[in-house]
């Protein structure tokens, strides 16, 4: 079975500060883990995947199969960073997702 | 990039009636798409699989009778919510797969607010 757990459903922090958004997960296999963002009354879209290594907007997350880990980061966070974020994992050849619980990231001026 | 719709985006309909959502892709040809309820501020539940030209595969605990669904094109499925009772009410979101993108990626719909009086 695949699992996805954010810890923290919450997350405040001020503008300019680091933040740091945790992603567990529990697979057997070699997954692919990405992160989706939901910004106010908006469609969810994808943000980023572990197999790219890219940094999008300002984040980057990087896969750590020893702690089975995939923490979003920011080094300076911005109020337009406010916004719903989701770990997903793909387990399947086919790319079912299975979502974590969410964390909502609100970034105060 | 690829876009997904979704018709209608907010429906209220009597305890008892049936619904249907539509979701389709408008710039790519979608063999698979998923089907995903949303509570408030809560995460997506994966409620089904929709093949093209298949029976769509159902998640455990989430009644295929109820729920029907038909992917009879490749840019369109549709999910039947039949004899709709309150408890129904949420956010259901669809999205499709892009076969010709190497990671699966799926490119999510708007979402439909369905409310059940």
């Known amino acids: 079975a695949q699992r996805v757990t954010q810890p923290e459903k919450l997350l405040s922090v001020f503008k300019g500060a680091p933040v740091e958004l945790k992603c567990n997960y529990s697979?057997?296999?070699?997954?692919?883990l990405f992160w989706y963002v939901q910004y106010s009354r908006q469609r969810l879209q994808l943000l980023l995947r572990?197999?790219s290594r890219e940094s999008i907007k300002g984040f980057t997350a990087d896969l750590n199969k020893g702690e089975t880990s995939f923490h979003l980061k920011k080094p300076f966070a911005q109020e337009e960073d406010s916004a719903m974020y989701y770990c997903?994992?793909?387990?399947?050849?086919?790319?079912?997702?299975?979502f974590g619980q969410g964390t909502i990231l609100t970034v105060h001026p | 990039g690829a876009v997904v719709s979704q018709h209608p985006s907010r429906v209220i309909c009597k305890s008892g009636t049936s619904v249907k959502i539509e979701c389709r892709s408008l710039?790519?040809?979608?063999?698979?798409m998923f089907w995903y309820r949303q509570f408030p501020k809560q995460s997506l539940m994966l409620m089904a699989t929709?093949?093209?030209?298949?029976?769509?595969?159902?998640e455990q605990g989430v009644e295929k009778d109820k729920f029907l669904i038909n992917h009879a094109s490749l840019t369109l499925s549709t999910l039947t919510v039949t004899s709709a009772h309150p408890e129904d009410s949420s956010f259901y979101i669809c999205?499709?797969?892009?076969?010709?993108?190497?990671?699966?990626?799926?490119?999510f719909g708007p979402g439909t607010r369905l409310t059940v009086t």
């Open positions: 999205s499709a797969q892009d076969p010709g993108h190497r990671t699966y990626e799926q490119y």
């Open positions: 697979y057997s296999g070699s997954p692919e």
């Open positions: 572990h197999i």
């Open positions: 997903a994992l793909s387990g399947t050849s086919y790319g079912k997702l299975t």
């Open positions: 710039d790519f040809q979608a063999t698979t």
């Open positions: 929709s093949n093209e030209g298949s029976k769509a595969t159902y």
